[in-house]
């Protein structure tokens, strides 16, 4: 059985930074894409960053530049670092993976963290 489990979320000020983790198990970790979402209140589920089995990254364009996504295939895990956050940030961040495109046909999601960003 896939578990993904989300940690990091938290309330920050704008302009902080947040990093978010995601540790995986129940799967060959490496052969998976992943990615992080983010759903705020009220709108719909949009792909922030993800990154390929073999290292290659993709980033929405309203994180270019302020986020950087990586992972560590001898723990398992995947993380988002956020800075210079925004108030429109502020939503419920979701990892997800694929054994295809974690852009287009994730498979399998964790249960969210929430990031909070006061202004």
């Known amino acids: 059985q896939v578990h993904l489990v989300e940690s990091g979320g938290g309330l920050v000020q704008a302009g902080g930074s947040l990093r978010l983790s995601c540790a995986a198990s129940g799967l060959t970790f490496g052969s998976y894409a992943m990615g992080w979402y983010r759903q705020a209140a009220g709108k719909e589920r949009e792909l922030v960053a993800a990154?390929?089995?073999?290292?290659?990254?993709y980033y929405a364009d309203f994180v270019k530049g302020r986020c950087t996504i990586s992972r560590d295939n001898t723990k398992n895990t995947v993380s988002l670092q956020m800075n210079s956050l925004k108030p429109e940030d502020m939503a419920v961040y979701y990892c997800?993976?694929?054994?295809?495109?974690?852009?287009?046909?994730?498979?399998?999601w964790g249960q969210g963290t929430q990031v909070t960003v006061s202004s």
């Open positions: 997800a993976a694929s054994g295809v495109s974690v852009t287009t046909d994730p498979w399998y």
């Open positions: 990154i390929s089995s073999g290292g290659t990254t």
